[in-house]
């Protein structure tokens, strides 16, 4: 017989010594054309990520032409005065290169993410989209009709039709923040490349934006290689522009928006908070992930695992603008789905799980989740370059102190249950939330008015 080889096992690995882990801090400076710089140098990080703040918000749109600052910000990548579009798009590929952008109410961004090697081709490729963007008519025309082919596909979806809807709900007809931040459909057909020159011409300066780099900078003169690049981009002096207040009304109601023989009912439930600035962030933050930050958290616990109604509600809070004297404001919202028929028991038992909240509080098992969840996958979080820089970005965005995010973690660590409690229930109070639901209003509407949790309204589906 054949003698049977002998298995050899392998020793089992062990874990490594746990090393201490904090938030990166960034290096400060500036070019000689006024753009604020912060680097980071992450070893190992061979893809290099770059964020281009511009002081650009949507605020200072022109009246009637919401959407230019979107229009602006996707024309960036469609051509300079050295490439045509296609060009420009055929160079970024060949430096193995990605570059997005985006509007939003603090302003335009722009994103860079290249291998390091070729950092020195793409950053110039970028200094050009910045200095001499082409906005040629062809390009806009396009990118106009492509925005307006996107809007009807957004009404038709229950998520964001529901926060449009809460916009317009809570902010005052006059506040740009009650409108879609990427226009409607009679304003965006409205732009051409001449307004989105003149919205260039007026918001986009180096001496008001902010360039974030992170990654592995080992072996370049980074201060030599932004100097050629984008400190050849040029411009006026200027102060940056004045931030208005954020003014909303959250006097509870309810705003239906009629979807006939719609099955499910989305619903989004929000008010107006503190932001980043306020001391209460912190226990904001974990109060508001015990309610609804995942599986295990309470909404989730009652609405999905005990009654079935859904397959997941969140709760969250999401900065919308902040100012440089602190003020600011957040959204804090509740967001999920649920069967229309289990419309109005579904909302009675959120309503309970909120007022149970306040009053029994939150447990210190529950607590000690969330501080783990939040805390212990941070270095996860940001192992890769583009999560530090666009968390840097934010924190230039928000005008936070570079140490932020670190003293964060560190502020979560030592919030108490009473604190996360007391927080969550400032944050979310019975009495003065906005609900909208996107739905079946001859199914939903009756029982909803039956909880006496504000005014009904209906309002047409577009």
Known sequence: MTELATMKFHPQPRAGEAKPWAFPSPERGALGNG??????????????????LLDAPLEAEPAGFEGVATIMARAFSEGTDK???????????RCGATLDSHADHPGVRISLE?????????????????????????EVERLVRNRLDEIPHELAN??????????KELFPAASRMSRPRQGTEETVEKIDAAAVRA??????RPATATAVVVGDLTGIDLDALLG???????????????????????????????????????????????????RVWPAQVLGTYCLGGTLTSRLDRVLREEKGYTYGVRAFGQVLRSAPDGSGA???????????????????????????LAEGGLTDAERDVAVQNL??????????????????????????????????????????????????VSAFPVDRLVTVLVGDAAEIKEPVAALGIGEVRVVAAE
């Open 330 to 356: 957040a959204m804090l919202a509740i967001s999920g789905s649920v069967d229309t028929p289990n419309t109005g028991p579904a909302l009675d038992d959120l309503w309970k799980v909120l007022r149970t």
């Open 375 to 424: 805390v212990g996958v941070a270095p996860l979080k940001y192992e890769t370059a583009a999560a530090v820089a666009s968390t840097l970005a934010d924190q230039v965005e928000q005008h936070l102190p570079d140490d932020y995010q670190a003293t964060l973690y560190q502020q979560l660590v030592a919030t108490g249950t009473v604190e996360a409690t007391a927080a969550a």
């Open 35 to 52: 753009l604020t710089v912060l680097r980071c140098h992450r070893p190992g990080q061979q893809v290099v990520a770059v964020e281009v």
């Open 114 to 138: 290249v291998p390091v090697s070729r950092l020195a081709k793409a950053l110039g490729l970028l200094a050009d989209a910045l200095r001499a963007p082409a906005f040629t008519d062809s």
């Open 158 to 167: 229950p998520s964001r039709r529901a926060a449009k809807e809460l916009s």
């Open 199 to 204: 919205f260039y011409d007026r918001h986009v």
């Open 228 to 278: 050629e690049t984008l400190g050849a981009w040029t411009g006026s002096k200027a102060d940056p522009r004045p931030v208005p207040p954020v003014t909303a009304d959250d006097t509870g109601r309810v705003i239906i928006v009629d979807r006939p023989g719609a099955v499910q009912t989305q619903l989004l439930i929000g008010r107006v908070g503190a932001d980043r600035h306020d």
């Open 83 to 93: 490439h045509s579009a296609e060009e420009f798009a055929a160079e970024l590929e």
